[in-house]
């Protein structure tokens, strides 16, 4: 099982990316996360997705911002990040797990990160 993050960047404030992140030798019919490691903090919930895509869930801190969204048939999910802020920089991990949640326990399968810095 392999889920590669990719997309990760350095843009300014207002700015946009999409991350992506595929999965290999893996059920893609589960649910799909993004979580988030910022410099000095603890890992935190961004956006999750069940397997129909019917469901989708956000932190507050990026609700109207950032669209968590997946393609089956190409066994990968995205996170588009627009208005893009300095307090998003962080580390971003996909992971694939039971249910859509916001909690780290829900996911089996952890991607490697990609790193996003958003510049003032």
């Known amino acids: 099982v392999q889920l590669q993050a990719s997309g990760g960047g350095l843009v300014q404030a207002g700015g946009s990316l999409r991350l992506s992140c595929a999965a290999s030798?893996?059920?893609?019919?589960?649910?799909m996360g993004w979580f988030r490691q910022a410099p000095g903090k603890e890992r935190e919930f961004v956006a999750a997705i069940n397997w129909t895509g019917s469901l989708k869930q956000y932190a507050d801190s990026v609700k109207g911002r950032f669209t968590i969204s997946r393609d089956s048939g190409e066994k990968t999910v995205y996170l588009q990040m627009n208005s893009l802020k300095p307090e998003d920089t962080a580390v971003y991990y996909c992971a694939g797990g039971s249910s859509a949640s916001d909690l780290e326990r829900a996911y089996a399968y952890w991607g490697q990160g990609t790193q996003v810095t958003v510049s003032s």
């Open positions: 030798g893996y059920t893609f019919s589960s649910a």
